[in-house]
């Protein structure tokens, strides 16, 4: 069991060092925001590297603070939360509801809200089934 485990997150890791760079930040403007690609949304790649740049800062939604009872700072913590990510389901999702704006927008000000591409790779995420990838 444990050999089996270790070949896993030995596969994770070069799986993440391998996409998740060039699928996260967008060096050629020079902006350290996350980037989505138009399909094969990794949670690893960019879902948690989008909540920890947008979500997880002290008062918010980390571990310790709990707004609104939700921790975005683990896979495990977001899909025990009821209804926040719902697979397959974007439109019942309240996790798309509230970067979208319906029930109050998300994050609130001064941090920027999402941009398009984020919100719809968020969208494809968990249309791919939201995946702990």
């Not at 979208?100 to 790779?121: D, F, W």
Request: with cysteine.
């Amino acid at each position: 069991m444990r050999k089996i485990l270790a070949i896993g997150l030995i596969a994770f890791a070069i799986s993440c060092a391998v996409t998740s760079c060039k699928n996260t930040l967008d060096s050629s403007t020079g902006q350290t925001d996350i980037v989505f690609p138009s399909s094969g949304v990794s949670y690893f790649g960019q879902v948690q590297p989008l909540f920890d740049l947008k979500c997880n800062s002290v008062g918010c939604h980390n571990s310790t603070d709990l707004a609104g009872g939700l921790d975005l700072s683990s896979y495990f913590t977001l899909i025990s939360y009821p209804g926040a990510v719902i697979a397959k389901d974007t439109v019942h999702s309240v996790l798309i509801q509230r970067v979208t704006g319906i029930g109050g927008i998300m994050p609130p000000t001064p941090i920027p809200t999402l941009n398009q591409n984020q919100i719809h790779g968020l969208k494809v995420w968990i249309s791919e089934g939201a995946k702990y990838n």
